[in-house]
């Protein structure tokens, strides 16, 4: 007699392309606005003696973002697995068993998003599997899971998209 309980899956559902970049823009505009801030008052206050042809243009805000970006979500998704945009929309970073990912899995899927975005989408597209990963989410073994309030572990795990 076979067991009961081995076809017994957790369906595991696959966050929407949709919801995850709603997600990152919720995220975006809270970093940029703090990036905005954290640069007005550290050069911004400066900025008035120097003419427009110095050192400062548009793009001089961009790596400084990036770090603060990429600090953000690593602690965030490292921590409790849920940047502030992917627990309003139910989101959480997972490893493909299920469970907590690992920091360098945070690390690796952090840095394509803060640095290497278009790229990372692109490519994740191009060669997107059914598990809906960009290709710093399959280099670093993290998916990311539309989450019920209640769902804390995963066993027997099966992916289902949402």
Known sequence: MSNPDADVFNDLLI???SDRFLAWLIDFLIISAISALMFTMTIGTFAFEWN???IFSEGTNYIPASLLFFAYWVISEYKGG????????HLKVVNLDGGPPS???V???SFGKSFLLPI?????????NKKRQRIFNKIGDTIV????QDEKKF???RYKKD
């Open 107 to 109: 690390v690796i899927s």
């Open 120 to 128: 990372d989408v692109i490519l994740g597209l191009i060669f997107t």
């Open 145 to 148: 899971l539309k989450i019920k």
């Open 15 to 17: 966050a929407k392309w």
């Open 155 to 157: 066993e027997n795990i």
């Open 103 to 105: 920091l360098l899995g």
């Open 52 to 54: 427009e042809s110095m």
């Open 82 to 89: 849920q940047s502030i945009g992917k627990k309003i929309l």
